[in-house]
């Protein structure tokens, strides 16, 4: 294990961010992470957290604490938003985790990001700064430096932009646009378990689709809390994100649906909206001594609940090769090979999926013909390229 001096430069203190520090500090390399909230933390609601997640937080020592809040659900189940009718259900029992090797677990973003943060914050080689916006970068051949809005330079051996998908990193290093507006919107909130209608609390994640729209749900911290996503289509999507929706609205796209969905939406008064937007997949998001990671690299839409997770499997790969290569740009380079074909296909399929959460008419019906006597195995074929993970 060699401890340099320099630090790498880790732009951005969420889950990518977090989960990075944290694997470059177990390879022994020093890390100086830097955030411009006031204090950090993650903002309401949950996270689906594939077996190939919790196969890096085995590798990165937090297992365990995962697994104390994490939640463990028994079945992904689709169903039919109008009429209430089960289409596939996909069991996460013993023989889901023989071949994957790990569970399928939820968890409160918060929770997630709290184990991340103690386990940098209990670690020697990582500094963690709050009040520290970016707002550029410079690189030479020996070193990277990030410049903050107060006037100061930070020097680092790499700079990793972990800066979310409104990164200034990447906007500097690749200048291409902003994301893609999806006109779809996310309205989520938490509901206490024994708020829920008694025969409405499954222990799966539930999620009900329907004509441009979808409702999920599933329970996490020990089954206490009920988390639920209700997405739609919207005009509205150019009003900015983590704002708080509009019921009203959300009520006019669900009137169709079944009695079952309108109850649990019927239960939130209070919702807030997420904007959905993702990347176009690029070939190259490094350069030189500087790379980016998570959203700011390959935003996706969460259909398949991956963003998160990818963002924690780039953490693992760059702490792998940075200590694999000495030299930081080629390492850099082996990153971004072994990252690029992987996040792009959970973004291309995330929207893939979308359409199948969000069918209608014929699409509809030649969903429910397609899902009709899908079995467990073959649903565990089809996740596969996923689930086993890197
Ligand atoms: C509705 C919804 C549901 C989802 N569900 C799932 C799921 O079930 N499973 C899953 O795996 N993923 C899910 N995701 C995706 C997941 O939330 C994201 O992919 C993940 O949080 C991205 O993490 P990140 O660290 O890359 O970025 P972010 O969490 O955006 O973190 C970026 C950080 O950078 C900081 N920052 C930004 N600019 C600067 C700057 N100039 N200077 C300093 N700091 C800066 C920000 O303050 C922030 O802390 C979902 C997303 C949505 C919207």
């Not at 590798?59 to 079945?75: C, H, K, S, T």
């Not at 930081?328 to 090979?337: D, F, G």
Request: glycine residues 10%; charged residues 25%.
């Amino acid at each position: 294990m060699t401890t340099t001096d320099t630090p790498v430069l880790v732009v951005g203190g969420g889950i990518g961010g977090m989960a990075t520090a944290l694997a470059l500090a177990r390879t022994g390399r020093r890390v100086h992470l830097m955030d411009k909230v006031a204090e950090f933390g993650e903002v309401g609601a949950g996270l689906q957290v594939g077996p190939n997640v919790m196969r890096i937080f085995d590798r990165l020592g937090v297992l365990d604490r995962i697994d104390e809040i994490a939640f463990r659900p028994e079945n992904l189940i689709l169903r039919d938003a109008l009429d209430s009718s089960e289409i596939t259900r996909v069991p996460l029992d013993g023989a889901f985790e023989e071949q994957f090797g790990y569970p399928y677990a939820t968890i409160h973003r918060a929770d997630m990001h709290a184990v991340l943060t103690d386990a940098c914050r209990d670690h020697d080689l990582v500094t963690l700064e709050t009040d520290c916006k970016i707002v550029g970068f410079d690189q030479d051949a020996q070193s990277a430096r990030v410049f903050t809005e107060d006037g100061r330079e930070v020097v680092g051996s790499a700079l990793i932009g972990a800066d979310g998908v409104w990164s200034t990193v990447r906007t500097q290093l690749l200048d291409d646009g902003e994301p893609r507006i999806t006109g779809h919107v996310a309205y989520r909130a938490v509901l206490p378990m024994d708020e829920v209608p008694e025969h409405l609390q499954s222990n799966s994640v539930v999620l009900w689709g329907g004509p441009n729209l979808h409702l999920a749900h599933y329970p996490m911290r020990n089954g206490e809390l009920f988390n639920m996503g209700a997405i739609f289509h919207s005009q509205r999507f150019l009003e900015g994100a983590d704002v708080f929706g509009d019921p009203e609205e959300m009520h006019q796209h669900f009137d169709g649906v079944g009695a079952e969905v309108q109850t649990l939406l019927g239960k939130i008064d209070e919702w807030r909206m997420w904007v959905q937007r993702d990347r176009e997949p690029v070939e190259r998001w490094s350069d030189g001594r500087v790379t980016l990671l998570g959203d700011s690299a390959h935003a996706t839409l969460q259909y398949l609940a991956q963003g998160a997770g990818m963002a924690i499997e780039d953490a693992w790969t760059i702490a792998d090769r940075l200590q694999a290569t000495a030299d930081v740009p080629t390492a850099l380079r082996e990153y971004e090979e072994r990252r690029i074909v992987r996040t792009a296909r959970v973004t291309l399929f995330s929207r893939l999926y979308g359409e199948v959460y969000h069918a209608k008419g014929v699409a509809r019906a030649v969903r429910a013909q397609m899902l009709d006597g899908w079995t467990p195995e073959a649903a565990r074929a089809s996740f596969a390229w996923i689930y086993n993970g890197i």
